[in-house]
């Protein structure tokens, strides 16, 4: 028999609102891939002598999350931790702030019980008979540094995501890292110097998925790094792409868009004026003007047209963020917008380095809104309201319906679940900002 291994969120899940608002800590993309698929592709392609259960090729993976995402996990594949019975030799939980490394899952002895630390924060921990008990004590919320304490601890070295800034810091190392995932594995009947006719290219690190259209014109840099460009995506013409990049399957670089690098683009989403050290999750729009930088956007997500981003502050002092309600000092001098799924913006936007914008918020007016603008928020300079949940859901489903997907009523729940979440902050902020 082998280990079962659980992904499982901790308390530091809450430090990383909005982007896990609507999404379990380890379907945040850092790189070309997600957390979790990192993971996936390592132990898929691990060389060493794997001692997790798999199906087959697939590996099993459960999952402990947060309740109101349990049902949309599940309905990907997901197994409940609760779900574990006695057919394991023990099990392997591993944190799933944590970006995966194939030297990782090398330090983790499955014959030895304890638990690994990072910084102090439980990175793995290896259970025997104790596990249900445990799983018990945290069903459906996250499970905190406590629950380990009398366990036997040793340190590892691991990079951790505490906070949405830290997803850009090593967005591109993580691209360069996903590369040599990506080369063989991912992207099918990808080539790497397939170069049409008319297109510039600088370095060799390319890759071209099945299925890609590049227009003429188009500048590929990979002198500083890969570019990576996933099947069926288009590059229109006199687009200029420098890496570490990686563009989403499906996803379209508007005309004349200069996309630099340590920048990810998630699968079907449409993006053009200037995007430097930024990730979009997927499924969202910056297709016009604008710059955007050192920023993660979520998706379905649609930025106006001339809509610009401040990265850095004109003292060159680092920026600060607000997490939870409070200030935090990032340590970054560059740090630009954070924002949730389903939130728009219109034209002329203007964020402010360090801003937080929420789930499903609707924001418009030339001037800077406030740095942080809680989810279900509708407004500008001029004052804010509540944008109404029914009203919210609909403009969900009108979005989705025109990349020919659904809101199904697992994603709705979690929208009406992320609305009375937030309910108290909104208030608190509504009272100082209504119109």
């Not at 659980?6 to 909005?18: I, K, Q, R």
């Not at 996936?40 to 309740?67: C, M, N, P």
């Not at 996803?251 to 990730?279: L, Q």
């Not at 500008?380 to 109404?388: D, L, M, R, Y």
């Amino acid at each position: 028999m082998a280990r079962a291994i659980v992904l499982f969120e901790d308390e530091g899940v809450s430090n990383l609102y909005p982007l896990t608002l609507t999404r379990s800590v380890f379907d945040l993309r850092c790189g070309a891939l997600t957390i979790l698929e990192k993971l996936q592709k390592l132990l898929e392609r691990y060389d060493g002598t794997r001692w997790w259960a798999a199906e087959g090729e697939r590996v099993l993976i459960f999952a402990h999350v947060r309740s109101y995402l349990s049902e949309y996990l599940k309905a990907r594949g997901f197994l409940s931790s609760l779900k574990i019975g006695g057919n394991f030799d023990g099990i392997t939980l591993i944190n799933g702030r944590v970006l995966p490394t194939s030297r990782l899952l090398e330090e983790i002895n499955p014959q030895w019980e304890g638990k690994y630390v990072c910084n102090g924060t439980v990175v793995a921990v290896n259970l025997g008979d104790n596990f249900q008990h445990l799983m018990k004590n945290y069903s459906g919320k996250p499970l905190a540094n406590d629950a380990f304490r009398d366990l036997a601890e040793r340190s590892i070295e691991a990079k951790i995501i505490t906070y949405p800034w830290d997803l850009v810091r090593h967005n591109g190392a993580e691209i360069e890292s996903d590369f040599e995932i990506l080369v063989d594995a991912t992207i099918e009947g990808s080539e790497r110097l397939r170069v049409p006719e008319g297109v510039h290219l600088i370095g060799e690190d390319v890759i071209l998925g099945k299925g890609t259209k590049i227009g003429p014109g188009v500048v590929i840099d990979a002198s500083d790094g890969p570019v990576l460009i996933d099947d069926e995506a288009v590059i229109m013409p006199n687009a200029s792409l420098r890496g570490p990049l990686y563009i989403g399957k499906k996803s379209m670089i508007k005309m004349g868009a200069r996309i630099y690098g340590e920048t990810s683009i998630g699968p079907v989403s449409k993006v053009g004026g200037e995007v430097a050290e930024s990730i979009i999750h997927g499924y969202s729009n910056k297709q016009h003007s604008g710059f955007l930088g050192h920023s993660y956007l979520g998706e379905w997500v649609n930025i106006g047209a001339g809509t610009n981003t401040s990265d850095m502050k004109n003292n060159y002092s680092t920026v600060r963020v607000s997490v939870n309600g409070s200030p935090i000092d990032t340590g970054e001098l560059f740090v630009g917008l954070f924002m949730g799924d389903h939130s728009k913006c219109g034209i002329g936007t203007v964020f402010n380095t360090g801003t937080v914008v929420g789930v499903c918020c609707n924001i418009f007016g030339g001037d800077y809104p406030p740095k942080f603008i809680p989810s279900f928020s509708w407004g500008g300079t001029s004052g804010f309201t509540e944008h109404k949940l029914e009203k919210a859901i609909e403009t969900a489903r009108r979005a989705m319906a025109r990349r020919d997907r659904q809101l199904d009523k697992m994603t709705e729940d979690i929208l009406r679940s992320v609305f009375e979440d937030t309910k108290d902050e909104r208030l608190t902020f509504l009272s100082a900002h209504s119109m």
